[in-house]
């Protein structure tokens, strides 16, 4: 059974901190990483994707991915209150099922004004 | 952008009902997803498709069947209608394997 896990939370920063979102992965052939934000009552949207060992940056969002250690990571830089959300992480395995993407269950974030 | 749109918000149903709950995509994506989000046990992938009339059992498949007829619209259904299927039920779509899912807005079923 492929898994994914993420600390539950939850993860509470004063606005203008750096968050830290880790997960791991049990699957070693994993091809592609992605994280998702879902706001309360909403579907989750697609924030960052990552598929190569290294950092990947798109605004205030660093994805972190390192294989080696199954490890991927989110951080995010100078945290708004509106970035209060749960934050997925998904990753889809290698093999002939590479269609769907296994999820965590989230890290709840609160940034606090 | 992808646009997935789920028909119906909220839904309320009888237990016992036959329940169809309808996904449809604008942007032509191969692959198409049903999950359900429960507290505390997270997104739960229940049937996908990766082309028309090709379907796959996911991780929870029982009492969920599904239809694709046609590239743009999967449709789940619930048999027969129980209280434990009440539920956030999510669509998404994708282009390949390669890139993420685009969702829906999600469905909050009620089974009374």
């Given at each position: 059974?492929?898994?994914?896990?993420?600390?539950?939370?939850p993860?509470?920063?004063?606005?203008?901190?750096?968050?830290?979102?880790?997960?791991?992965y049990?699957?070693?052939?994993?091809?592609s990483?992605?994280?998702?934000?879902?706001?309360?009552?909403?579907?989750?949207?697609?924030?960052?994707?990552?598929?190569?060992?290294?950092?990947?940056?798109?605004?205030?969002?660093t994805?972190?991915?390192?294989?080696?250690?199954?490890?991927?990571s989110?951080?995010?830089?100078?945290?708004?209150?509106s970035?209060?959300?749960?934050?997925?992480?998904?990753?889809r395995?290698?093999?002939?099922?590479?269609?769907?993407?296994?999820?965590?269950?989230?890290?709840?974030?609160?940034?606090?004004? | 952008?992808?646009?997935?749109?789920?028909?119906?918000?909220?839904?309320?149903?009888?237990?016992?009902?036959?329940?169809f709950?309808?996904?449809?995509?604008?942007?032509?994506h191969?692959?198409?997803?049903?999950?359900r989000?429960?507290?505390g046990?997270?997104?739960?992938?229940?049937?996908?498709?990766y082309?028309?009339?090709?379907?796959?059992?996911?991780?929870?498949?029982?009492?969920?069947s599904?239809s694709?007829?046609?590239?743009?619209?999967?449709?789940?259904?619930?048999?027969?209608?129980?209280?434990?299927?009440?539920?956030m039920?999510?669509?998404?779509?994708?282009?390949?394997?390669?890139?993420?899912?685009?969702?829906?807005?999600?469905?909050?079923?009620t089974?009374?």
């Amino acid at each position: 059974q492929k898994e994914v896990e993420q600390n539950s939370g939850p993860l509470s920063v004063p606005e203008g901190a750096i968050a830290s979102l880790n997960c791991t992965y049990s699957d070693r052939v994993s091809q592609s990483f992605f994280w998702y934000r879902q706001y309360s009552g909403k579907s989750p949207e697609l924030i960052m994707s990552i598929y190569s060992n290294g950092d990947k940056e798109d605004g205030r969002f660093t994805a972190q991915l390192n294989k080696a250690s199954q490890y991927v990571s989110l951080l995010i830089r100078d945290s708004q209150p509106s970035d209060s959300a749960t934050y997925l992480c998904a990753v889809r395995g290698g093999g002939g099922s590479n269609y769907k993407l296994t999820f965590g269950k989230g890290t709840l974030l609160t940034v606090n004004p | 952008d992808v646009k997935v749109t789920q028909s119906s918000r909220y839904l309320v149903k009888r237990t016992g009902e036959k329940v169809f709950l309808e996904c449809v995509q604008d942007m032509d994506h191969e692959n198409m997803f049903w999950y359900r989000q429960d507290p505390g046990l997270g997104l739960r992938l229940i049937y996908f498709s990766y082309d028309v009339k090709m379907k796959e059992k996911g991780d929870i498949p029982e009492g969920y069947s599904v239809s694709r007829e046609k590239k743009e619209r999967f449709s789940l259904i619930l048999e027969s209608a129980s209280t434990n299927q009440t539920s956030m039920y999510l669509c998404a779509s994708s282009l390949s394997g390669e890139v993420g899912y685009t969702f829906g807005s999600g469905t909050r079923l009620t089974v009374v």
